[in-house]
């Protein structure tokens, strides 16, 4: 089985490795140095998220659908194709948008779907298939090996991008992304090796149930408890998720940071969250769930504002004591509103909740993203200062992040239910991860 583990972190890897480039060296150069609406790139980098609610037909559509014997890896490999081909093509989008927009828009339509499409084909497909494999009673074993993997994997290819572009060159660049898919695809190859045994029956075994949107919704819109908490999640992860298309072009701005500078930025942000994580998991059922959930939001929220300090003093040392905050912050919030996540789940209709928080966790993305990119180009416009435009964002999270800690102390788990069934905390680690 450790084979097997292995496998499927090498298939976890290789998507994460091609949504680095994207989220960071290509947002960067196509905001600061093409000039290209942060809007923009935010509405594109967001197309994962518009089309997560794919998903559940997905899943359902290839429990129903096997290729030569075969339920899951067909469209593992589809989507990891999809996934290369997005990164191969979007740096030349980038650079097309600035010669043609008209051109450019739509072919980063076409790039970034590719992208968007792919990560969810292959997403759901390769974390049934560790459901299957694993079973019950290894599935805890199975996620934690992916979701460690995945989580170096991000820091090693961040870190490799950031000297592949040293010094800065648009063919630097190109190079460095056709590396990482080729990378990617070959990892991902070696993982379905021999992976997935072909069914010998077209019997449909599945173990959940799945749901549509608006049962999710009506889980959470039924429940006053459920619905505070969902508009937490939304204030909370819209703040922490959504400096991710804007950070980078943020060092730039400020201090002048190189390609390569602003690159390591992920890869410092990522090594404190690992930390935090590790360290939320050792106070798991030492400290209230509720107590490390809320010194990771005002962590983050500290983050934020020594970020907004650096900007106005222009000092390289506060915007990184500013970006380790936010790291530990958003890795100790992270693992422990999961567990109050799970404390909201009604035994017997796990499915549905995890469902329902799973959306919220996207729309919560998109949101961010979008939010931070308009506000950013809307500032920037009346001030003439692409500076005020970043620092009103991060106030703005700040603030964000500020209601939410609040709403946190409002939220009575035991009026929500009397008992949940609660994973593993390597199984929390995974969701978040996702």
Same mark, same amino acid.
């Given at each position: ?24 060296t290509?947002?960067?150069?196509m ?17 994962p ?13 290839s429990d129903?659908? =096997?290729?030569?014997? %075969?339920?899951r ?8 194709i999809?996934?290369?081909?997005g ?6 989008v980038?650079? %097309?948008?600035?010669?043609? /927009?008209? #051109? ?8 970034? !779907?590719?992208?968007? *499409?792919?990560y969810n ?8 298939? @560790? ?14 090996t992916m979701? /460690? *993997? ?9 870190i ?12 630097? *660049? ?13 990892? $991902?190859?070696?993982?379905l090796?021999?992976?997935? =045994?072909r ?9 959940a149930?799945a749901?549509?949107?608006?049962? *999710?919704?009506?889980?959470? #819109?039924?429940?006053?408890? @459920?619905?505070?908490?969902f ?6 992860? &819209? &703040? ?8 980078e ?25 690992? +930390?935090a994580?590790?360290i ?22 500290a ?8 900007? /106005? ?13 936010l790291?530990? !912050? ?9 567990? #109050?996540?799970?404390?909201?789940? +009604? ?10 928080? $799973? ?5 919560s ?5 979008l %939010? ?7 500032v ?8 005020s435009?970043y ?6 999270? &700040?603030?964000?992040?500020?209601i &939410? ?9 035991s009026?929500?239910?009397?008992? @949940?069934?609660?994973?593993s905390?390597v199984?929390?680690?995974?969701? @978040?991860?996702?």
């Amino acid at each position: 089985m450790l084979r097997k583990r292995i496998q499927l972190g090498l298939i976890h890897v290789a998507v994460a490795m091609t949504l680095v480039p994207i989220n960071s060296t290509l947002n960067r150069v196509m905001i600061k140095e093409l000039a290209i609406s942060a809007t923009l790139v935010a509405l594109l980098a967001s197309l994962p998220y518009l089309f997560s609610p794919i998903q559940v037909a997905i899943g359902s559509y290839s429990d129903r659908h =096997p290729i030569f014997g %075969l339920r899951r890896t067909p469209y593992i490999l589809a989507g990891l194709i999809l996934c290369v081909i997005g990164v191969l093509g979007s740096p030349q989008v980038a650079f %097309l948008m600035s010669d043609n /927009f008209g #051109l450019g828009i739509l072919a980063g339509i076409g790039a970034f !779907g590719a992208w968007g *499409m792919g990560y969810n084909l292959s997403s759901v497909s390769y974390l049934s298939l @560790a459901s299957e494999l694993s079973g019950e009673d290894g599935r805890g074993k199975t996620i934690a090996t992916m979701w /460690f *993997m995945m989580i170096v994997s991000i820091i090693g290819t961040a870190i490799g991008i950031s000297r592949m572009v040293d010094p800065y060159t648009p063919a630097a *660049m190109i190079r460095a992304f056709e590396i990482v898919g080729a990378s990617a695809l070959a990892l $991902g190859l070696l993982g379905l090796l021999w992976l997935e =045994p072909r069914s010998k029956t077209d019997s449909i075994q599945t173990h959940a149930e799945a749901y549509t949107v608006k049962q *999710m919704m009506s889980a959470i #819109l039924d429940n006053p408890v @459920a619905k505070l908490f969902f508009i937490y999640l939304l204030l909370l992860l &819209a &703040a922490l998720l959504g400096q991710d298309v804007l950070l980078e072009p943020f060092g730039a701005e400020a201090f002048g940071m190189t390609v390569t500078e602003t690159t390591r930025i992920t890869s410092l942000w990522g090594t404190f969250v690992l +930390v935090a994580i590790i360290i939320a998991g050792l106070l798991e059922g030492r400290v209230s769930k509720r107590i490390v959930a809320q010194a990771g939001n005002l962590g983050a929220l500290a983050g934020f504002i020594v970020i907004v300090v650096s900007g /106005f003093s222009r000092s390289l040392g506060i915007f990184y004591t500013g970006v380790t905050l936010l790291g530990i !912050g958003t890795g100790l919030s992270t693992v422990a509103n999961l567990s #109050l996540m799970f404390d909201l789940t +009604v035994a017997g209709n796990v499915g549905l909740y995890i469902g329902a928080w $799973g959306f919220s966790n996207a729309m919560s993305r998109l949101t961010g993203s979008l %939010l931070g990119g308009i506000v950013r180009d809307g500032v920037t416009q009346v001030t003439d200062q692409a500076l005020s435009g970043y620092m009103v964002v991060f106030g703005i999270e &700040a603030l964000m992040l500020a209601i &939410a800690a609040v709403i946190l102390g409002r939220i009575d788990v035991s009026a929500f239910k009397q008992k @949940a069934i609660e994973p593993s905390f390597v199984e929390k680690v995974a969701l @978040a991860a996702e």
